[in-house]
């Protein structure tokens, strides 16, 4: 079975500090990996997602998430932090091959500090 | 841009009433979804179709019914509401199963 684990529930951040949002996965297979961001009542916007290649993926707004197979990892990240990056983060992954749901995560919250 | 769009925005309803979510997308999307979200339990896959004419149980359907309409429309029926189905409702679509989901808006619905 799928599962996918964010270990953190809030991060907090202080303005142009780097960050790191955590997530690890449980799937057999190759996986797909997502990350989404959730702004107040608000839908989820897509981020950025591994599917092959490269195990440094970047994505919008100047995020970036690398996937690590062998500590089976997908950590987001971003190298300066902007007060207007605080939101809920959901990480999510899915099996490739065949038909596969999409399973997130319980979500981090980023707090970026002035 | 509409992208997916889900009907009402809120709704507060009575233990027992029923009531329909609608959603649509125009992004000639195969595979829908209905997720409802909960604090500090993310997103949980209520049911989904894979295509038009096809809808499966996701992780919690108890409680909901849906029907896939036609490629653009995937609606999601409570038939006896209950307090513990007070949530946020988020339609979703990708292009196939597995692909980059989009998301409607959300829907806020109360049940007292």
């Known amino acids: 079975a799928q599962s996918v684990a964010q270990p953190e529930d809030q991060v907090n951040v202080a303005e142009g500090n780097p960050l790191t949002v955590k997530c690890t996965y449980s799937?057999?297979?190759?996986?797909?990996l997502f990350w989404y961001v959730q702004y107040p009542n608000r839908g989820l916007q897509f981020l950025l997602k591994?599917?092959?290649?490269?195990?440094l993926v970047k994505g919008s707004y100047g995020f970036e998430a690398e996937f690590n197979k062998s500590q089976t990892s997908f950590h987001l990240k971003k190298p300066s932090a902007l007060v207007s990056d605080s939101a809920l983060y959901f990480c999510?992954?899915?099996?490739?091959?065949?038909?596969?749901?999409?399973?997130f995560g319980a979500g981090t919250r980023l707090a970026v500090h002035p | 841009n509409a992208g997916v769009t889900q009907t009402p925005k809120f709704q507060v309803l009575k233990t027992g009433q029923s009531m329909t979510l609608q959603c649509a997308q125009d992004?000639?999307?195969?595979?829908m979804y209905w997720y409802r979200q909960d604090p500090g339990m993310g997103l949980r896959l209520i049911y989904y179709?894979?295509?038009?004419?096809?809808?499966d149980k996701g992780e919690v359907p108890n409680g909901y019914n849906v029907s896939r309409l036609n490629k653009r429309e995937f609606s999601l029926r409570l038939e006896s509401a209950a307090p513990s189905q007070t949530s946020v409702y988020f339609c979703?679509?990708?292009?196939?199963?597995?692909?980059?989901?989009?998301f409607g808006e959300g829907s806020w619905l109360t049940v007292v």
């Open positions: 999510a992954v899915s099996r490739s091959g065949g038909y596969n749901k999409l399973i």
């Open positions: 992004m000639n999307h195969n595979s």
């Open positions: 591994y599917i092959t290649g490269d195990n």
């Open positions: 979703a679509s990708s292009e196939r199963d597995g692909n980059t989901i989009y």
């Open positions: 799937v057999s297979g190759n996986p797909y």
């Open positions: 179709s894979a295509s038009e004419g096809t809808t």
